[in-house]
């Protein structure tokens, strides 16, 4: 895993934006796999920017999300079909019919999670963006999750719930599962990047570097990537 440390948010959304606008310049029809979060909001924002300034086209690109919220429906504000609606499809030029994110309130889970994982194996990824759980977790493979998994349903654990509170009225409101796409299926992509933005992450940042490779922090996996960068601001980079 080749770690870059950058001055600020800024700075490390600028640095992912450029990996993914070079990749889409270069592959026209790119298959993006995309998170949600605080982390990756400037990042989408550059994109946004670059796409209306320098014109590049997400017309063939498709893109694939890491998870959703068991019951939330894609015109729920706090799911995060409308975050990615709202972040970056809405403002570029990408078709709908082309991202790809898990139902919430498909009918029957188990179906579902299979629909999303044939779906997983017929687009390969060509990058796979990934933010950091507080607590190591990615997508929402909270620790312990098998390194084996593909897309599943987690029980979110509870510092997920609380770290997740701050976008809704009131932490009842978290929704308690969600759906996840698997640690197996995030090592597919050919390639990986990761970002950890502010003190908040500094303490697992500097878990995760050591290098171990355990489920007690499933992003450790990243180590057994060919192709994985670790993107950090100088206070994620604090403890290391
Ligand atoms: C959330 C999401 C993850 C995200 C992570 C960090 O629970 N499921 O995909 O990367 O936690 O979130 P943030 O970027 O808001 O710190």
Do not use: W
């Not at 290098?211 to 993107?231: F, K, M, Q, R």
């Amino acid at each position: 895993m080749k770690t870059i440390i950058t001055n600020d948010y800024e700075d490390m959304s600028e640095k992912a934006a450029q990996i993914i606008i070079e990749t889409v310049k270069e592959k026209p029809n790119a298959v993006l796999g995309l998170a949600t979060g605080a982390t990756p909001m400037g990042l989408y924002r550059r994109l946004v920017a670059d796409h209306k300034e320098m014109g590049t086209s997400y017309k063939y690109v498709r893109t694939i999300n890491l998870d959703e919220y068991v019951g939330l429906t894609k015109v729920n504000p706090q799911s995060y079909a409308y975050f990615m609606y709202e972040n970056l499809f809405c403002h570029i030029d990408i078709a709908l019919k082309n991202t790809y994110i898990e139902n919430g309130t498909a009918l029957d889970s188990m179906i579902e999670c299979k629909r999303y994982d044939k779906m997983l194996n017929k687009l390969p990824r060509d990058i796979q963006l990934l933010g950091l759980g507080s607590n190591g977790h990615i997508a929402f493979n909270e620790p312990y999750t098998s390194f084996s998994s593909t897309t599943h349903i987690v029980n979110l654990a509870e510092n997920t719930i609380k770290d997740n509170a701050i976008y809704f009225d009131n932490i009842e409101q978290v929704p308690r599962q969600a759906y996840t796409m698997g640690i197996k299926s995030i090592m597919k992509a050919k390639q990986i990047i990761i970002l950890a933005s502010g003190f908040k992450k500094a303490e697992i940042v500097s878990k995760l570097v050591q290098g171990n490779v355990d489920s007690a922090l499933p992003a450790s996996i990243l180590h057994n990537h060919c192709n994985c960068i670790l993107i950090l601001d100088k206070e994620a980079a604090s403890k290391l």
